[in-house]
């Protein structure tokens, strides 16, 4: 799942950026992975971040979802795959 999405976002998930690409990854695959049932601090251990960031996250997806466009084609496009 990270590959497919460092791929689609031209990204590295793991990397310590801020680049908003990196940042986005994260976002994309900490909602992804909540919707599949996973654990928060699991999910955090994953990418290199604490529960309370998966949360933030989480909640980030839905406003850029509902307002970015770039960003919500890009997640339309790991639904898709």
């Known amino acids: 799942m990270i590959q497919e999405i460092n791929k ?6 793991l990397a310590k ?4 690409n990196n940042v986005f990854a ?6 992804i992975m909540r919707l599949k049932g996973k654990k ?12 309370d960031t998966i949360i933030y996250y989480c ?4 406003q850029l979802y509902k307002f970015d466009r ?3 084609i890009m997640f ?3 639904n898709q795959n």
Not at 59 to 62: A, E, T
């Open 26 to 31: 994260k976002i994309a695959y900490a909602k």
């Open 8 to 13: 689609i976002f031209n990204a590295d998930i």
């Open 70 to 72: 770039d960003y919500k």
């Open 59 to 62: 909640i980030q997806h839905d």
């Open 40 to 51: 928060l601090q699991a999910i955090g251990n994953e990418i290199g971040k604490t529960h």
């Open 76 to 78: 339309n496009q790991l």
């Open 17 to 20: 950026s801020r680049k908003q």
